[in-house]
């Protein structure tokens, strides 16, 4: 089983920064586990249906990202790869959300919440104007 803690939520004033972890760990999971070859963040505000934000694939560093986070997010691996950051930069009230991190073996579009089998528990992003 792979499981996928998160940390670095809080609360920021807008224009504010958060950096958001994610480390993959169980007892099988190694650098090259193809369960966690792609790994990706979502959020979830308050009566709205879950989104894609950032996802990057552990051996490549291909990354992908929703427009309303390019450049001001930016999602990296460790040089190990069993974690995963997302660096977030002038933050606004609309990015408050519940941040989850997602892994999955990586076939299809990485924006699909489908496509991602393991999910961690989530952390909370708050905003204040």
């Known amino acids: 089983q792979v499981q996928l803690v998160e940390s670095g939520g809080g609360l920021v004033q807008a224009g504010g920064s958060l950096r958001l972890s994610c480390e993959a760990s169980?007892?099988?999971?190694?650098?090259?586990?193809?369960?966690?070859?792609?790994m990706g963040w979502f959020r979830q505000a308050p009566g709205k249906q879950r989104e894609f934000v950032a996802a990057i694939y552990r051996t490549t560093g291909d990354s992908y990202y929703t427009d309303s986070v390019k450049g001001r997010f930016t999602i990296s691996r460790s040089s190990a790869q069993n974690t995963m950051y997302l660096q977030m930069n002038s933050l606004k009230p609309e990015d408050t959300a519940v941040y989850f991190c997602?892994?999955?073996?990586?076939?299809?579009?990485?924006?699909?919440?489908?496509?991602?089998?393991?999910w961690g528990q989530g952390t909370q992003v708050t905003i204040s104007s």
């Open positions: 997602a892994a999955g073996y990586g076939v299809g579009n990485p924006n699909n919440p489908d496509r991602y089998d393991y």
């Open positions: 169980g007892r099988t999971v190694s650098t090259s586990d193809p369960r966690t070859r792609l």
